[in-house]
């Protein structure tokens, strides 16, 4: 008599979440890297064509980040289970497109997110706490249905994506802005 052995089921979304999480954990590691590259007073310097100095770009990440963490824990509350695999949806998957660097186009923030950097020494350690906020807000989605909880952007409240995309989207985002400061600092170190 031959006897089946069942397979588990892959968790696709304990595959996903961990890859999300490594994409965050990667922006980290490239902000503190920037960070310890450059002299302390170099990162307030702004580039020629006036911008955002390298403390700006990450206390734009920080401050975005934590704008997002009341977002995910509302959507929470009515967030069905599911195990994946998840879709960004079309707004998302746009969305990540438009801010992947090298960005396609400027997009102008919010004034409340327009950096304000009062101590240069607490941008980055202000930053990876926001990630380890971060980190503890995705860990309740764990066994929910990412793609089938909606939020409104708080950029634009005719845009609505999925939380598997807000989380790409975040990622994005960070990504875009740690390749703007890494171009400030290649900019400054010319001059």
């Known amino acids: 008599m031959a006897t089946t052995t069942t397979r588990p089921q892959p968790s696709y979304l304990a595959d996903q979440m961990n890859e999300l999480r490594q994409q965050f954990r990667s922006c ?3 902000a503190q890297a920037l960070v310890g590259s450059v002299p302390e007073a170099d990162l307030m310097r702004k580039p020629v064509k006036q911008g955002w100095s390298i403390a700006d770009c990450i206390e734009h990440l920080t401050a975005t980040t934590r704008l997002y963490l009341p977002i995910l824990d509302a959507a ?6 599911g195990s ?3 879709k960004m949806d079309w707004r998302g998957r746009l969305l990540k497109w438009i801010l992947e660097p090298p960005y396609r186009s400027r997009v102008k923030t919010l004034p409340s997110l327009e950096p304000k950097v009062s101590d ?3 941008v980055l350690p202000d930053f990876l706490a926001s990630q380890d906020l971060l980190f ?3 860990k309740p989605w764990n066994d929910r249905a990412l ?6 952007s708080p950029f634009n409240k005719r845009l609505r994506y999925n939380i ?4 790409n989207v975040v990622a994005a985002h960070q990504r875009r802005h740690l390749w703007q400061a890494q171009r400030v600092k290649d900019q400054i170190k010319g001059m």
């Open 120 to 122: 240069v020494k607490q």
């Open 147 to 152: 793609d089938k909880v909606v939020i409104t």
């Open 76 to 81: 929470l509350k009515n967030a069905p289970a």
């Open 28 to 30: 980290s590691a490239a």
């Open 164 to 167: 598997y995309s807000l989380f």
């Open 136 to 138: 503890e807000a995705m």
């Open 84 to 86: 994946g695999p998840f």
